[in-house]
């Protein structure tokens, strides 16, 4: 009896990472420039919201590129982590500030 190989299984965690970290990472940096550039009092609300959701396709795409192009498999989900929580966090913590709540 032969027992199937896991050598697809690196891959397949890079792919998980990249996609699904990776648009953590950029839908919190988005969240988090949407609430700080009007907190902050450079623009508008509305415009912020766009700025940000354009940057963050940028942001993703490069995170995308380098979930695959870094040899490390647990720095990028280290890293991919760590950037999710602290934008994330960032951003609900400017909202907590700027609403008072």
Do not use: K
């Not at 890079?14 to 700080?36: D, P």
């Not at 907190?39 to 995170?63: D, I, K, T």
């Amino acid at each position: 009896m032969r027992f199937p190989s896991l050598t697809g299984l690196p891959v397949f965690i890079r792919l998980v990472a990249a996609i699904g970290g990776g648009y953590a990472v950029a839908s919190g940096l988005a969240a988090l420039a949407a609430v700080a550039l009007p907190a902050g009092g450079l623009m508008a609300r509305s415009e912020a919201v766009v700025l940000a959701s354009m940057l963050a396709f940028l942001v993703y795409l490069v995170l995308l590129i380098w979930a695959f192009a870094d040899r490390r498999l647990a720095r990028l989900c280290l890293v991919l982590a760590v950037a999710g929580v602290a934008s994330w966090g960032g951003a609900w913590g400017v909202m907590r500030l700027t609403v008072g709540g």
